[in-house]
């Protein structure tokens, strides 16, 4: 009985490791290929192949769209903003298996970014904008004016340029982590290279 057991145990890791990696690949060797964004399809979707990673990586951000002065971040820039040190967090994938562990972070919350580049409101009760994260790789996450400025999620959303006193080379010189969601994953964007805002018509 115990043997049996031990099969059916390894048998239960295996699934939830796959089902894990279903939810990140199209097939394996890539990290995310859904074409939809994630915050629709609930997947995390960049679409190339880990060994690739150094031809996405972006070293300025733009943003741009419906807003009163567009912006070009770089890490410099950020580091002139009202910088935040975020400690003890997780990636975790939409199963729920964690994918990194992070002791430290710097970056500037995403609201400050905006409120700096001035969201183009015609008045007090203009708030019909979304705000998309967009990757070099065309991945994307997606927020509404109210979850960023109505809402506690706007408090933990982040573009971080340093981990662990490291800076984000691999992952690109920005990314976006929104760390209020159940699942973090999803809306963690590597390889940052426009946060875009368009108003709703």
């Not at 074409?35 to 972006?58: A, P």
Request: aromatic letters at 6%; hydrophobic letters at 35%; glycine letters at 4%.
């Amino acid at each position: 009985m115990k043997k049996y057991a031990r099969i059916i145990a390894v048998v239960m890791i295996a699934f939830i490791m796959l089902q894990c990696n279903k939810s990140e690949a199209a097939k394996p060797g890539t990290e995310n290929q859904a074409k939809t964004s994630q915050n629709i399809s609930g997947k995390e979707n960049h679409k190339h192949n880990d060994k690739d990673d150094l031809k996405y990586v972006s070293k300025e951000v733009e943003v741009r769209g419906d807003v009163v002065k567009p912006l070009t971040l770089t890490v410099d820039s950020l580091k002139k903003m009202n910088v935040k040190e975020l400690k003890d967090f997780k990636i975790v994938c939409q199963s729920g298996m964690t994918k990194d562990n992070v002791e430290s972070t710097k970056g500037v919350l995403l609201t400050d970014i905006l409120e700096k580049a001035k969201i183009t409101q015609q008045e007090h009760k203009d708030r019909n904008f979304y705000i998309v994260a967009r990757a070099s790789d065309d991945y994307k996450a997606t927020f509404s004016w109210a979850e960023l400025f109505n809402n506690p999620t706007g408090d933990k959303v982040y573009v971080v340029f340093e981990q662990n006193r490291k800076s984000l080379k691999e992952k690109g010189e920005m990314i976006l982590v929104s760390l209020s969601d159940t699942k973090t994953g999803p809306r963690h964007v590597k390889w940052l290279k426009s946060i875009e805002v368009t108003r709703v018509k």
